[in-house]
């Protein structure tokens, strides 16, 4: 079974920069794996972010960006506002279907 | 704009079969380029891919789920089929739309419904 990793959680303070991270089991994550970003704050239905590894929907601001680490997708985060404060997911293709990441938990502090 | 709205029993009970559909408004369901997705989320854990199917019938299912899950679409709603339901499956379930963009781009999972919640529980 197909297993994608993220950081269960991290922290970071209001202005700074954080990087998330999203492994597959299967192999290095590649441009094929079509990385998807989600974000979802407590209550609400989750909202996509970033699709295909960096292209930004519309309504992502502009301090999200999506890359390619190191056989990982990556999604970064510069200049951290409290409303950041959420749960991310990445969503990859790879082991031959689409996976969820765990999730990571994004506290503002 | 493209609306996605959910309905589903509410409870099923243990060896059941729960059935939820996603009503589509807003856009053509049966493009080439559309996968009509259901996605859950137990409460409390993270998401879970369930599967999908294009508006001309090509489906991808969680392998995972796969032996258990029929993903249909008709001319404006898509459903979804889970047989052998247990307390494990309890959770909402979301209706989502993915789509090919013509540069080849995979934009999963924009716009989603509001969800529904199914408890499996006698």
């Known amino acids: 079974q197909t297993v994608v990793t993220q950081e269960p959680s991290l922290t970071v303070s209001p202005g700074g920069t954080v990087t998330l991270t999203c492994a597959c089991s299967?192999?290095?994550?590649?441009?094929?794996?079509?990385p998807n970003w989600l974000q979802q704050k407590p209550g609400q239905t989750p909202r996509a972010l970033i699709y295909?590894?960096?292209n930004k929907h519309s309504w992502t601001p502009a301090r999200f960006s999506g890359s390619l680490l190191g056989g990982k997708a990556g999604l970064t985060l510069s200049g951290v506002q409290p409303e950041d404060e959420a749960e991310y997911y990445c969503l990859l293709h790879c082991g031959g279907a689409w996976v969820f990441g765990g999730g990571t938990k994004l506290t503002v502090l | 704009q493209l609306q996605l709205q959910e309905s589903g029993p509410g409870l099923v009970r243990p060896s059941e079969t729960l059935s939820v559909t996603c009503i589509v408004s807003g856009d053509s369901i049966g493009s080439a380029t559309y996968y009509w997705d259901w996605i859950r989320q137990p409460p409390g854990k993270g998401l879970e891919w369930i599967g999908h199917m294009s508006g001309t019938g090509v489906s991808s299912y969680n392998p995972s789920l796969k032996s258990r899950v029929t993903i249909s679409v008709d001319t404006n709603r898509f459903s979804l089929r889970m047989t052998s339901m247990t307390a494990a499956d309890t959770a909402v379930y979301y209706c989502a739309r993915s789509r090919v963009a013509p540069s080849g781009d995979r934009v999963m999972l924009d716009p989603w419904g509001q969800g529904t919640l199914v408890t499996v529980s006698s």
């Open positions: 295909s590894t960096n």
């Open positions: 299967t192999g290095a994550v590649t441009s094929g794996s079509y």
